[in-house]
């Protein structure tokens, strides 16, 4: 098994059940240390130094009906954030082996990963930090300001269903002007995804290894696909509608950029937007977009043009 994994389920982490069962048992209560809504997990197993229970976030524009995917917890042991972390990652070696320790800019991190799942610790040393930002937990809270802030990720995502995987394997890329996804992004599947994904987003399975940075329309064209970080299926019937944005050079270059506006299930949020292509002209998505609202049936948004500040 996955040693992430095995040692999330030592910690009875609840990563079987979906979000809407974990709420139901649980419910939505401020979250011990900063005050937001959260998940609060009283049932599962206190880490060495921890300041509160494990916590889950209850952000209303995560779907419910799939696992949680990332926990949360602070360690504090004294008023050294270095030491927090030693002492922290000390623990973890027992179960996961030894990790790197570095410098990230302001912090000080180390990490474990094994396939999509991960377990990061982050320190936040005063020394290192704006004296300008004030941060009103810390107030109420001390320790926050050395914590370790421990973080595990499961790296779920759906698989294929074979109607999907029939629709992955047939499809032809489109040739555009422009990039699929960001400029930056990885290979698709490579990071999991965020928890406000889990919808469209789906396990490459090395399917479209040969069309990396492509976007087309299934051969029957009753779905989209999007292979940019991670590989997008998203059913006609579930777009609502394509809109372009575009972008005027001032502070920033300018551009165009074009979404695919999704149903969801999430019930803070009217739609799921799914970032399609960009293109440095302001105009050099319109045509893509109207190209595919045709072939996919749904309606195109224009916007006028923004200045890119």
């Given at each position: 098994?996955?040693?992430?994994?095995?040692?999330?389920?030592?910690?009875?982490?609840?990563?079987?059940?979906?979000?809407?069962?974990?709420?139901?048992?649980?419910?939505?209560?401020?979250?011990?240390?900063?005050?937001?809504?959260?998940?609060?997990?009283?049932?599962?197993?206190?880490?060495?130094?921890?300041?509160?229970?494990?916590?889950?976030?209850?952000?209303?524009?995560?779907?419910?009906?799939?696992?949680?995917?990332r926990f949360s917890v602070?360690?504090?042991?004294?008023?050294?954030a270095h030491e927090n972390?030693?002492?922290?990652?000390?623990?973890?070696?027992?179960?996961?082996?030894?990790?790197?320790?570095?410098?990230?800019?302001?912090?000080?991190?180390?990490?474990?990963?094994?396939?999509?799942?991960?377990?990061?610790?982050?320190?936040?040393?005063?020394?290192?930090?704006?004296?300008?930002?004030?941060?009103p937990s810390e107030d109420?809270?001390?320790?926050?300001?050395?914590?370790?802030?421990?973080?595990?990720?499961?790296?779920?995502?759906?698989?294929?269903?074979?109607?999907?995987?029939?629709?992955?394997?047939?499809?032809?890329?489109?040739?555009?002007?422009?990039?699929?996804?960001?400029?930056?992004?990885?290979?698709?599947?490579?990071?999991?995804?965020?928890?406000?994904?889990?919808?469209?987003?789906?396990?490459?399975?090395?399917?479209?290894?040969?069309?990396?940075?492509?976007?087309?329309?299934?051969?029957?064209?009753?779905?989209?696909?999007?292979?940019?970080?991670?590989?997008?299926?998203?059913?006609?019937?579930?777009?609502?509608?394509?809109?372009?944005?575009?972008?005027?050079?001032?502070?920033?270059?300018?551009?165009?950029?074009?979404?695919?506006?999704?149903?969801?299930?999430?019930?803070?949020?009217?739609?799921?937007?799914?970032?399609?292509?960009?293109?440095?002209?302001?105009?050099?998505?319109?045509?893509?977009?109207?190209?595919?609202?045709?072939?996919?049936?749904?309606?195109?948004?224009?916007?006028?043009?923004?200045?890119?500040?």
């Amino acid at each position: 098994m996955n040693p992430i994994l095995r040692l999330a389920d030592e910690w009875r982490l609840p990563r079987h059940e979906t979000r809407m069962e974990v709420e139901a048992r649980c419910g939505i209560l401020p979250d011990p240390i900063y005050g937001w809504p959260a998940l609060v997990l009283f049932d599962a197993k206190s880490l060495p130094g921890a300041m509160a229970p494990w916590t889950a976030s209850a952000f209303e524009r995560i779907p419910p009906q799939f696992p949680i995917t990332r926990f949360s917890v602070l360690a504090w042991f004294e008023d050294d954030a270095h030491e927090n972390l030693r002492r922290t990652a000390d623990y973890l070696e027992t179960s996961l082996g030894p990790a790197p320790v570095g410098q990230q800019w302001n912090t000080v991190v180390a990490k474990w990963r094994s396939g999509l799942a991960e377990v990061s610790l982050t320190v936040w040393p005063p020394a290192w930090q704006s004296h300008d930002v004030q941060n009103p937990s810390e107030d109420r809270e001390p320790r926050i300001g050395t914590a370790c802030h421990v973080t595990l990720m499961t790296g779920f995502r759906l698989g294929l269903s074979g109607t999907e995987r029939e629709w992955v394997e047939g499809f032809q890329p489109i040739a555009i002007d422009g990039n699929v996804g960001t400029v930056s992004m990885a290979r698709a599947g490579r990071h999991a995804p965020n928890e406000t994904e889990l919808e469209y987003v789906r396990d490459p399975e090395d399917l479209v290894e040969d069309r990396l940075r492509t976007l087309g329309v299934s051969r029957d064209g009753e779905a989209l696909i999007v292979v940019s970080d991670q590989l997008y299926v998203i059913p006609c019937t579930d777009i609502l509608r394509l809109e372009v944005l575009r972008m005027t050079p001032a502070k920033g270059g300018g551009g165009s950029s074009l979404h695919a506006h999704c149903r969801t299930r999430a019930p803070g949020a009217d739609d799921h937007s799914v970032f399609v292509a960009q293109h440095s002209d302001p105009n050099g998505m319109t045509a893509l977009g109207q190209e595919l609202g045709k072939r996919l049936g749904c309606s195109v948004e224009i916007s006028p043009y923004f200045p890119d500040c």
